[in-house]
């Protein structure tokens, strides 16, 4: 069981107190708060050892580059990856994607290919394709999804043809919260030889991620989703493609031997990791996925979804709230619209209360435009969030009505 | 249009109103009452030529220049933006193309709707007050073009 005093007791931001009010923080989606060991990793690598990685002789490089390794070898047992090589530190999941989006299309797309996306992607996992498709002259196929907030799959079957070459769809919808039945998508297009790449963001976060096990060919998410530091994310690809992709950016630590005739590439991962890398953002995460293993992905798991069930059941008790994305498989994400009210005038009034929640549109425009809606409010939680501040939450949704009606 | 007060007399006068309320929660009930009392645009100005960029939600700003005087009317979806407006039309409108330009509209900050002001807050103050002056610096231009 996971104590919740303590747990809270990690997070220093939590205790913070906005407009004299304390801080409910329910923006968990756009990004989560730090535990202090996280921190403590962070300033450690500055205060203890830093050196630039894999590039000296000396004692600071040398642990520096242990330490970063080290790490890489804590995400790869986090998602279980076969191998070290196929864990490639980046910027981020937009990072990820454009990197992938960029060295795929190079290798494999021709005129008149097919890429399939969703239609609950987040902008982020459809603008690079958007940008490969403008510039190899291919094609954007998008699988739609119903109004409970469940991808339509057999549509999906239906998209998949002879000249689709990859599909991108996320693990968890930000803007829904739905979780992705993955094997259902990645099943079908495997059978057609079509690699999967999912988009992590939302999901590895949350109960369990075993890349092996559903087989995806590359997987990406962000350090600061995860409790670790901004500005370091991950692509994980299996190795078959990582070695047959080219480098999407050249430079220091990439290379293997430079002439100017001819340069080649170093082996796997350095290849795509070009220039001095975020190694004190990559330690960090690496601690990160420390903190959620101590304590313990069943129990974080257990606790959000006791999380989810009661925001629900309080939300939906309010009259006029109308919540998008009822699909049964969820994380614990509450998108909702209250009737007659701005979603703007909604997050202003919480704000005042001391609850963070996000307004507008996700960056998952398409997702609202199915709804034909404008945007939502969004309270996205998590293992440290409470039950007492989700009854807050539903006290500061009731204010909102009596001030606005 | 004669207005009864000065740029100044109408911000000192928000000013007070707003004084008596120290809780944000106050402060917003009264820009949700001004919303309320928007001198309203027609609506068949609400469209996109006059829908404003960069605010979270949808405002539209209808101006109309008799050769002295700028008068704004205006709507948004949403209600505390709505206010807001209102606030910033009871200041403005009716006033001369100088007049606007000028304008240094210290009301704001003493209201403490400060940080509403800044470009990173998304529910567009800026973008409207910028909107008006640019109206009024455009009215301004033709008009000088004119007596040429
Ligand atoms: C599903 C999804 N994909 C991608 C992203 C982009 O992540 P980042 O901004 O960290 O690159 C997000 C972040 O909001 C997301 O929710």
Redesign the pocket.
Known sequence: MIDIDVVRSDFPVLHKKVYGKPLVYFDN??TTQKPLCVLDEVRKVYTDYNGNVHRGVHAMSDRTSEAYEGAREKVRLFINAAKREEVVFTS????S?NAIAYSFGERYIQPGDEIIVSEM??H??IVPWQILCQRKGSVLKVIPFNDQGDLDLDEYLKLLSPRTRIVAV?Q???ALGTIVPLKEIIGPAHSMGIPILV?G??GVQHGFTDVQSLDCDFYVF?G??IYGPTGI?IMYGKEKWLSELPPYQGGGDMVDRVTFEKTTYNELPFKFEAGTMNYAGAIGLGRALDYLNELGRNEISDREKTLLAYATERLSSVPGLRIYGQSASKICTVSFLLENIHQYDTGMILDKLGIAVRTGT??AQPVMEHYGIDGTVRASLCFYNTIEEIDALGTGIEKVISMFS | MKLEMTLKEVQDSIIDEFSVFDDWMDKYNILIEMGKELPMIDPKFKVKDYLIEGCQSKVWLYPQYDGKAVTFTADSDAIITRGIVALLIRVLSGRTTEEIIMADLYFIDRIGLRQNLSPTRSNGLLSMLRQMKLYAMAYKAQGSGQSQ
């Open positions: 989606g756009a981020g999941t937009t990072g994607i992607e987040h982020a996992n996320t968890v919808s930000n988009d963001a939302q962000s600061h989703k994310g996700h960056c």
